[in-house]
């Protein structure tokens, strides 16, 4: 018996990274997955799972996603905001393009499919859960991440609004908010550093657990998250950075 047993869940950006992180743990909980990403996933897969390709800037991609995890399985349980993208620039270095291709992601995507979820949800019994991924830059900038700070800002505030507005409607909601995570955005942040070596070795060093966090670490919160374990849970921006930001700047 999983934790997420029979649960239909939809997982955005499911093809590398968090995010097939998230897809794999919840299939072996037992959930049936709708996985939607623009490129196939390549470890998720086999009964219980199905891969709808999808733009998340697109709202009518959004729709249909929410629309063919209903069509599979019969219902929506459980959204996982987790499709994004970095740029690596201060703002004076950020183009218009920049700008329109990170914020329709990151933000816009996230406004497109929450949209269909609480659409969906509200219109069936039993409610549901939605988990947006942020991150610690929505409240603490990172150094020439101008743009992806602010994106992040904005889905912690998403966040609370639909937890606000649709607790009546039996919809949680709440944020993930990753540190640092060994994936290739990640490695995109320290390679665009001066001494990427160095500055990798002086990021663990500032982590008081002594490593940098995992995807399955930010699984294992999803998992709590997407169950019933966690009715009372909502509205909330869980941090998980292995104290990162815990600690005095001084």
Not at 47 to 73: C, F, K, S, Y
Not at 188 to 213: E, I, N, Q
């Given at each position: 018996m999983g934790r997420l047993d029979d649960l239909s869940v939809v997982v955005t950006g499911a093809s590398s990274g968090i995010g097939e992180a998230i897809a794999d743990r919840f299939w072996r909980e037992g959930a049936r997955l709708t996985l939607g990403s623009r490129s196939e996933p390549s470890s998720v897969g086999g009964?219980?799972?199905?891969?709808?390709?999808?733009?998340?800037?697109?709202?009518?991609?959004?729709?249909?996603?929410?629309?063919?995890?209903?069509?599979?399985?019969g219902r929506l349980d459980v959204l996982v905001n987790n499709a994004g993208v970095q740029i690596e620039k201060s703002i004076v270095d950020t183009t218009d393009d920049d700008y329109d291709a990170l914020m329709g992601v990151?933000?816009?995507?996230?406004?497109?499919?929450?949209?269909?979820?609480?659409?969906?949800?509200?219109?069936?019994?039993?409610?549901?859960?939605?988990?947006?991924?942020?991150?610690?830059?929505?409240?603490?900038?990172?150094?020439?991440?101008?743009?992806?700070?602010?994106?992040?800002?904005?889905?912690?505030?998403?966040?609370?609004?639909?937890?606000?507005?649709?607790?009546?409607?039996?919809?949680?909601?709440?944020?993930?908010?990753p540190g640092w995570i060994a994936t290739k955005l990640a490695d995109?942040?320290?390679?665009?550093?001066?001494?990427?070596?160095?500055?990798?070795?002086?990021?663990?060093?500032?982590?008081?657990?002594?490593?940098?966090?995992?995807?399955?670490?930010?699984?294992?919160?999803?998992?709590?998250?997407?169950?019933?374990?966690?009715?009372?849970?909502?509205?909330?921006v869980f941090t998980v950075d292995g104290g990162l930001t815990a600690q005095s700047p001084i």
């Open positions: 009964a219980g799972v199905r891969w709808v390709p999808t733009d998340v800037r697109n709202a009518a991609d959004a729709d249909a996603l929410i629309h063919a995890a209903v069509e599979q399985w990151n933000v816009r995507g996230v406004f497109n499919c929450a949209r269909a979820a609480v659409r969906q949800i509200r219109s069936q019994p039993g409610g549901g859960s939605i988990i947006n991924i942020g991150s610690i830059s929505g409240d603490a900038a990172d150094h020439g991440m101008a743009i992806y700070n602010a994106s992040k800002g904005a889905v912690h505030a998403l966040t609370r609004s639909i937890a606000t507005d649709h607790g009546v409607d039996g919809i949680r909601c709440n944020a993930i908010a995109a942040a320290f390679d665009a550093m001066d001494d990427p070596a160095g500055a990798r070795g002086a990021a663990v060093g500032r982590h008081p657990v002594g490593r940098l966090g995992l995807p399955s670490d930010i699984a294992s919160l999803a998992v709590w998250l997407a169950s019933d374990e966690s009715t009372f849970a909502s509205g909330s």
